[in-house]
């Protein structure tokens, strides 16, 4: 199932990465809901496509995007982004064969917390994948290659290009992750429970709502570029006090101040540090450069994070079928088709809710807690023991 409103706003309006991912069905049936979903130019969801398979397998994912090609055609310039799934890499190649593949790099993490388990691992991986800059990367996956081998040898065979930013080949915009899909199974999480109809009624409820909504913010917003664009630069404009600019020509800069100098390109739009032209959004150093000949931010920042661009993706309704059940014109051979119902068993024990938290949650929320709570006697209120053991007086 695609919404044509959605769609026409993708190939006008939006990133052309492609954030696909499936999730288990919970109703009596079963199956998986496949998702595609784009990121608008406010970092908000835009769902492009769903189908119902059942279950994830080679051929669910290549019906999966033959479908999703018919309105999305292949293109050199399109990127997918989704977890490392094979079935979902034979598909995009068969179907995609000229689009570009990157691969999640929570799902890499996590598999390195899984299968390596010595201190530090996770986040020398990560420090790699993250670095714009080729030189950083290779420093990084030097040290991690002399601590450990055997991990280098299995970060190759992930493919560097498809888990490293400074790496891959495509324009991806900085999306690095599936979570954008994740986070739409994630709103269907009650849905997920009904039968296929009234699932993806559902699922149309709730993009009626999100392109309402967003219409409404959008037309309210008076500056030129969207809500979370304008909050990024403003915090860029911040770190890019003291800098000093040197200019080389009318475009080009050296901008002095930070870490290590950066060469800035406004007419290519490109900057050492890498975050301008794989983000298209002017970074830190690029904007005292901007400022520096009297020219406004927004002009060097690509055309989907505009408030124009915003509005227009939302132009449209995604509308509900105005016909009621019992008046649609159903085909002849649709009546007469007998479609049995796939066999089902219920599981054993009460229904899960919510995903199991994954090794790398489990790492990142611990890294996210300050100082790890103390336990305290309930008896003399002290740290250090419990009940049991304390000998204070009362």
Same mark, same amino acid.
């Given at each position: 199932?695609?919404?044509?409103?959605?769609v026409?706003?993708?190939?006008s309006?939006m990133?052309?990465?492609i954030v696909?991912d499936?999730t288990?069905? !919970?109703?009596?049936y079963?199956?998986?809901l496949l998702v595609?979903t784009a990121v608008?130019?406010?970092?908000?969801?835009y769902?492009?496509a769903f189908?119902?398979?059942? =279950?994830e397998n080679?051929e669910s994912w290549?019906?999966f995007f033959r479908q @999703?090609s018919?309105?999305?055609?292949? =293109?050199?310039? @399109?990127?997918?982004?989704?977890?490392r799934?094979?079935?979902?890499?034979?598909?995009i190649r068969?179907?995609?064969?000229?689009?570009?593949?990157?691969?999640?790099?929570?799902y890499? @993490?996590?598999?390195v917390?899984k299968?390596?388990?010595?201190k530090?691992?996770?986040?020398?991986v990560e #420090?790699a994948s993250?670095?714009y800059r080729y030189?950083?990367?290779?420093?990084r996956?030097?040290?991690?290659?002399a601590?450990?081998? %055997?991990?280098?040898?299995?970060?190759q065979e992930?493919?560097v $290009?498809k888990?490293?930013?400074?790496?891959?080949?495509?324009s991806?915009?900085?999306i690095?992750t599936n979570? /954008?899909?994740?986070?739409?199974n =994630?709103?269907?999480?009650?849905?997920?429970?009904?039968p296929?109809?009234?699932?993806?009624d559902?699922?149309r409820?709730m993009?009626?709502r999100?392109f309402?909504?967003r219409?409404?913010?959008?037309?309210k917003h008076?500056? /030129?570029?969207t809500? !979370?664009?304008?909050?990024?630069?403003? $915090?860029?404009i911040?770190?890019?006090?003291g800098f000093?600019?040197?200019k080389?020509d009318?475009?080009r800069?050296l901008?002095k101040?930070?870490i290590?100098d950066?060469?800035?390109?406004?007419e290519?739009? %490109?900057?050492t540090c890498?975050?301008?032209?794989l983000?298209k959004? /002017?970074? $830190?150093?690029?904007?005292?450069?901007?400022y520096?000949r009297?020219m406004e931010?927004h002009r060097f920042t690509d +055309?989907?994070?505009?408030?124009a661009?915003?509005r227009?993706a939302?132009a449209?309704?995604?509308?509900p079928?105005?016909?009621?059940?019992a008046e649609?014109n159903v085909?002849?051979?649709?009546k007469l088709a007998?479609? @049995? /119902?796939p066999?089902s068993? #219920?599981?054993?024990?009460r229904p899960v !809710? $919510?995903?199991?938290?994954t090794?790398?949650?489990k790492?990142?929320?611990?890294?996210?807690?300050t100082? #790890?709570k103390?336990?305290?006697?309930?008896?003399? +209120?002290?740290?250090g023991h419990?009940?049991?053991t304390?000998?204070k007086p009362?």
């Amino acid at each position: 199932m695609s919404f044509g409103q959605s769609v026409r706003g993708f190939h006008s309006h939006m990133r052309r990465v492609i954030v696909v991912d499936g999730t288990f069905l !919970k109703n009596k049936y079963k199956g998986v809901l496949l998702v595609a979903t784009a990121v608008d130019g406010n970092s908000n969801l835009y769902p492009i496509a769903f189908g119902v398979a059942d =279950s994830e397998n080679e051929e669910s994912w290549e019906w999966f995007f033959r479908q @999703l090609s018919v309105v999305i055609p292949d =293109s050199k310039d @399109l990127a997918f982004v989704s977890d490392r799934h094979a079935s979902i890499a034979k598909a995009i190649r068969d179907v995609y064969p000229r689009s570009k593949h990157r691969i999640c790099i929570h799902y890499l @993490l996590t598999n390195v917390v899984k299968f390596f388990r010595t201190k530090g691992f996770t986040a020398l991986v990560e #420090k790699a994948s993250k670095a714009y800059r080729y030189s950083e990367f290779q420093e990084r996956f030097t040290e991690i290659v002399a601590i450990s081998p %055997t991990l280098g040898r299995y970060l190759q065979e992930a493919d560097v $290009r498809k888990w490293a930013r400074s790496l891959f080949p495509g324009s991806r915009y900085d999306i690095r992750t599936n979570n /954008p899909a994740e986070s739409i199974n =994630s709103a269907l999480r009650s849905p997920r429970q009904f039968p296929v109809i009234p699932l993806l009624d559902s699922i149309r409820e709730m993009m009626t709502r999100w392109f309402y909504e967003r219409r409404m913010l959008s037309s309210k917003h008076i500056d /030129p570029l969207t809500v !979370k664009v304008e909050k990024k630069i403003d $915090r860029r404009i911040v770190k890019a006090r003291g800098f000093q600019v040197q200019k080389v020509d009318n475009f080009r800069s050296l901008v002095k101040g930070d870490i290590y100098d950066c060469h800035v390109d406004l007419e290519t739009r %490109t900057c050492t540090c890498g975050k301008f032209d794989l983000g298209k959004i /002017p970074c $830190r150093h690029a904007i005292p450069a901007i400022y520096s000949r009297g020219m406004e931010v927004h002009r060097f920042t690509d +055309g989907v994070y505009s408030t124009a661009t915003w509005r227009a993706a939302y132009a449209e309704s995604i509308n509900p079928i105005p016909v009621p059940e019992a008046e649609w014109n159903v085909p002849d051979e649709v009546k007469l088709a007998k479609i @049995l /119902p796939p066999e089902s068993r #219920k599981s054993a024990g009460r229904p899960v !809710k $919510r995903r199991y938290e994954t090794v790398e949650d489990k790492i990142r929320s611990s890294q996210g807690s300050t100082k #790890k709570k103390k336990h305290k006697c309930s008896r003399c +209120g002290m740290e250090g023991h419990k009940r049991g053991t304390c000998d204070k007086p009362i």
